[in-house]
């Protein structure tokens, strides 16, 4: 009964394609973060910048310090 009902619709196959494609991709998308492992980006030098400049802020215009 559904065969009939869908017979003729070329349409239906672009769903089923595009859930292959994300699925090609996705699995892709683990398996490069899988072989790199906890320490593939190496971002630990990212995580040691200061969060609050001590020693003044950097005004707008003209790149100049401010306060002391």
Do not use: K
Not at 38 to 49: A, F, T
Request: aromatic share 8%; glycine share 12%.
């Amino acid at each position: 009964m559904w065969a009939w009902f869908y017979e003729g619709h070329d349409l239906l196959v672009l769903p089923v394609v595009a859930m292959i494609i994300f699925m090609v991709i996705f699995t892709a998308a683990v398996v490069r973060a899988l072989r790199r492992g906890p320490h593939g980006l190496d971002v630990e030098h990212l995580s040691m910048l200061p969060l609050n400049d001590q020693s003044g802020t950097v005004a707008a215009t003209g790149g100049q310090r401010s306060g002391g």
